[in-house]
């Protein structure tokens, strides 16, 4: 976790409501896709999408109406207008993984819901409902540890879109690939220690990392941008195109073959 975003605090309500809402939306889709299986996947990863979006919009104007949200699924009139003005904005992808979702039983998506404070990932929480799994900023991850044999070093990547910096990296270490859907299920895989990164370029969105991002460096873990920057979020363009998440130890090696 870089230093910034240790300055900025959530009140242990936020860490709970993100929990909370990752939850229930989460069992909201499971409930739809079990009474779905008979429609088409494409059918259903708009249901799924759309129900979650409605269901996370609801709650967060009920629970907290003066904050900024933002939403994959959002839309002019669902965005909070004033979101760019505001210190804290909720930052929620209502379905990470629509592929994996209209897909059963495939267990690779996830829920996201995140609290940006001044643009850094203070509060956040990732449903991974298949496994009735939930990660959060409230846990308790004082102690945890990971350790990394760097010869067997696993790295998580898009099982369609596989980036060329993860084939450098997996190269320099003799490791392994390993192809997983949502982004979620990829960052909290490296929580998990079932992998040791997650890198990802090319192509995400605010909403598909901000949660995560919240969540691995509660843990402890490094996150930042390939180029080792800061992730910042709540920004006019929410374009976000790549990540780092990792074992701390192998932070600096990796940056180090990602920059020379």
Not at 37 to 65: C, T, V, Y
Not at 229 to 251: G, H, K, Q, R, V
Request: glycine share 6%; with cysteine; net charge negative.
């Amino acid at each position: 976790m870089l230093l910034r975003w240790s300055l900025l605090k959530a009140n242990n309500e936020d860490h709970d409501l993100a929990a909370d809402l990752a939850t229930r939306a989460g069992l909201l889709l499971l409930e739809e896709r079990k009474l779905s299986q008979n429609i088409d996947a494409e059918s259903l990863k708009q249901l799924g999408d759309q129900k979650s979006h409605d269901f996370l919009m609801q709650e967060l104007a009920l629970s907290r109406p003066e904050d900024g949200v933002l939403s994959e699924e959002g839309s002019p009139n669902s965005v909070h207008p004033s979101r760019h003005e505001s210190r804290r904005v909720w930052i929620i992808d209502p379905l990470d993984g629509t592929k994996e979702f209209s897909e059963p039983p495939r267990d690779d998506w996830a829920v996201h819901v995140a609290l940006a404070i001044d643009g850094f990932p203070i509060a956040g929480a990732v449903a991974i409902p298949e496994l009735s799994l939930i990660f959060s900023t409230r846990d308790d991850f004082l102690g945890q540890s990971y350790s990394t044999n760097k010869e067997e070093v696993r790295i998580a990547v898009s099982r369609s879109r596989p980036p060329s910096e993860a084939s450098l990296v997996v190269n320099e270490f003799e490791g392994t690939l390993v192809e997983m859907g949502s982004a979620g299920a990829k960052a909290m895989a490296v929580v998990r220690g079932e992998v040791d990164m997650y890198i990802h370029s090319g192509g995400q969105y605010e909403w598909d990392n901000c949660a995560p991002a919240a969540v691995a460096a509660a843990a402890g873990l490094h996150v930042s941008r390939l180029d080792g920057s800061e992730l910042t979020y709540n920004n006019p363009d929410p374009w976000l195109p790549d990540l780092l998440i990792c074992n701390p130890d192998l932070a600096s090696p990796v940056l180090e073959i990602l920059n020379s």
